[in-house]
């Protein structure tokens, strides 16, 4: 729900949100935000649209010619505002952008079938408890493990560890780089007083 209340549904069948007042009843539908399979919208309305199915029709009603991603804009007018594109975006297969971990009955309702779907719909607007505890659960687990801060810390380690690896693997070719022109340390050194020794005429069989 956004914060005035109102509630949206990804009807992905159909390519479209729908939204509905407290009553049930239907106010609108967005067909900007693609197919969507999820939504998430935040405290101050930013309304985040994932879509993987759309591209090339497979006979499932896909949209073709809009790119699979993630779309970001206001559930206040319905505008879209950023793009995240999927790396396959316009293939056929449906892509990572499906959907979160979430558990039946805890993040949300299974309703596959149509009178399931509008059993659902109508159970949560007449039951303010059951959506506050759906809404609050979902929220955890966005906020748990997909939010921005959540996200950016293990891109950061991840980071980290790339520039750590790269690091070492530069180190050990320079290494061994310095080692195929003049060997180890100690052979080095060996060679040195070999010639030393040369030079004034001592070799290690010299009794």
Not at 28 to 55: K, L
Not at 56 to 66: N, Q, V
Not at 81 to 98: K, L, N, P
Request: glycine share 12%; with cysteine; charged share 30%.
């Amino acid at each position: 729900m956004d914060s005035r209340g109102r509630l949206f549904v990804g009807d992905r069948e159909n390519n479209r949100i729908q939204i509905f007042d407290q009553e049930g009843k239907f106010i609108a539908e967005w067909r900007q935000f693609g197919r969507p399979s999820g939504i998430s919208i935040m405290r101050d309305d930013t309304i985040y649209v994932t879509d993987s199915e759309s591209g090339p029709d497979t006979g499932a009603r896909e949209l073709p010619g809009i790119k699979k991603g993630i779309r970001i804009g206001s559930a206040k007018d319905g505008s879209v505002r950023a793009f995240i594109e999927d790396m396959e975006s316009t293939v056929a297969d449906h892509s990572g952008a499906e959907g979160l971990g979430v558990e039946p009955g805890l993040h949300y309702i299974p309703a596959d079938q149509p009178r399931q779907f509008a059993d659902a719909v109508l159970g949560l607007l007449r039951d303010p408890a059951r959506r506050a505890q759906l809404g609050a659960a979902g929220r955890h687990l966005v906020e748990t493990f997909y939010s921005w801060p959540t996200i950016g810390r293990a891109f950061e380690q991840r980071c980290e560890e790339v520039v750590a690896e790269h690091a070492y693997s530069r180190r050990s070719a320079d290494r061994r780089a310095h080692l195929s022109r003049g060997g180890t340390p100690r052979s080095r050194r060996a060679r040195v007083v070999a010639g030393e020794h040369n030079e004034i005429g001592w070799s290690a069989h010299h009794p």
